[in-house]
């Protein structure tokens, strides 16, 4: 079990670490390789201001409360899945915090921007709820 939740745990930070990494050289280098830079100031349904940091905050900290939930549970996949919509989240909440904006560095057609923390944020999402919806049937 503990190997487990060590695998789950270093995988869920070598994705964060990642996310970090390509950031940082995005944001001093302007771009690298396919990716370049482009300052998101908008939280989700391109909304904006100070009050919604408040809310990614209390957003969290539910998903910690959760992802103690799932240990205590022994439900490694949800586990999982919730420590990479945690670790997504929080390293975008970071970009806000210290540059008041989310490094985005991949661009879909110039319809939307997103970063790999996005991409964990989506994938736990969706996954998260796929089992949720599973467990009820």
């Known amino acids: 079990m503990r190997n487990k939740i060590y695998f789950i745990i270093f995988l869920s930070f ?5 996310d970090r990494l390509i950031k940082k050289i995005i944001l001093f280098r302007g771009g690298f390789l396919f990716f370049k830079l482009i300052k998101n100031p908008y939280f989700i349904f391109l909304f904006r201001g100070k009050i919604f940091y408040f809310f990614i905050l209390i957003i969290l900290l539910i998903i910690i409360f959760f992802i103690i939930r ?3 549970i022994k439900n490694f996949s949800n586990f999982f899945l919730l ?3 945690f670790a997504g989240g929080f390293s975008n ?4 915090l210290f540059y008041g904006f989310v490094i985005d560095y991949f661009e879909f057609f110039s ?13 736990g999402s969706i996954f998260f ?6 467990i009820k049937k």
Do not use: C, G
């Not at 709820?129 to 599973?134: E, V």
């Open 129 to 134: 709820l796929w089992q949720l919806f599973k």
């Open 14 to 18: 070598i994705f964060f670490v990642l």
């Open 93 to 96: 909440f970071l970009d806000r």
């Open 83 to 85: 420590s990479l919509i």
């Open 70 to 72: 799932s240990y205590q």
């Open 111 to 123: 319809l939307f921007t997103f970063n790999l923390a996005d991409v964990m944020i989506l994938f």
